[in-house]
């Protein structure tokens, strides 16, 4: 598989009511093919999400989209365009990061985490600075991580509920 640059292609998930913002790194091949975020059927996103709020994992993008909006989270990635090799994360080069301020100035968005590493680095690097907010690094929801089980992940993730409402 060769390396291209690819553009993201969906805009993020917000509403007025958004207080915290999740960020990725890129979408993965599954994603960019489902038009929405953490499409690889492998990714414990929506599993770790659905289980801080005692909810069934979402099944289609509007039981998702729900499930996010109706918590005051919103979705984005750090990366708006890049060189990528599938959905490799460590193959990521050539950067060109997303503007958050679509989200930032529509949204009372109180707290930034990055899920995993990767969209944490490219966080740090390229837009800290620009919009004066710090992040928290997350534990990778990817299944590339596998060295956190899906309770483990959870059990980290259940900071966002001490953050959101209900």
Same mark, same amino acid.
């Given at each position: 598989?060769?390396?291209?640059?690819? *553009?993201?292609?969906?805009?993020?998930?917000?509403? &007025?009511?958004s207080?915290?913002l +999740? =960020?990725?790194?890129? %979408?993965?091949? #599954?994603?960019?093919?489902?038009?929405?975020?953490?499409?690889h059927p492998?990714?414990?996103?929506?599993?770790?999400?659905?289980?801080?709020f005692?909810?069934d994992?979402?099944?289609?993008?509007?039981?998702?989209k729900?499930?996010?909006?109706?918590?005051?989270?919103?979705?984005?990635?750090s990366?708006?365009?890049?060189?990528?090799?599938?959905? *490799?994360d460590?193959?990521?080069r050539?950067?060109? &990061?997303?503007?958050?301020?679509? +989200? =930032?100035?529509?949204? %009372?968005?109180? #707290?930034?985490?990055?899920?995993?590493?990767k969209?944490?680095?490219?966080?740090?690097?390229?837009?800290q600075?620009r919009?004066?907010?710090?992040?928290?690094c997350?534990?990778?929801?990817?299944?590339?991580?596998?060295?956190?089980?899906?309770?483990?992940?959870?059990a980290?993730?259940?900071v966002l509920?001490?953050?959101?409402?209900?």
């Amino acid at each position: 598989m060769s390396a291209t640059r690819i *553009s993201h292609p969906f805009g993020p998930l917000f509403d &007025a009511h958004s207080r915290i913002l +999740i =960020l990725g790194s890129f %979408p993965s091949i #599954k994603s960019r093919e489902q038009n929405f975020f953490y499409g690889h059927p492998q990714n414990r996103f929506w599993k770790v999400i659905a289980a801080l709020f005692d909810q069934d994992p979402p099944v289609t993008i509007a039981e998702k989209k729900e499930l996010i909006l109706s918590h005051g989270m919103a979705l984005w990635d750090s990366i708006a365009s890049c060189v990528i090799e599938g959905s *490799s994360d460590a193959s990521i080069r050539d950067v060109r &990061a997303n503007d958050l301020r679509i +989200i =930032l100035d529509n949204s %009372p968005i109180e #707290k930034i985490c990055c899920n995993g590493r990767k969209s944490y680095e490219m966080y740090q690097k390229y837009i800290q600075d620009r919009v004066g907010r710090e992040a928290i690094c997350l534990p990778s929801t990817s299944p590339a991580n596998a060295q956190f089980s899906l309770e483990k992940l959870i059990a980290a993730w259940s900071v966002l509920k001490e953050e959101v409402p209900g």
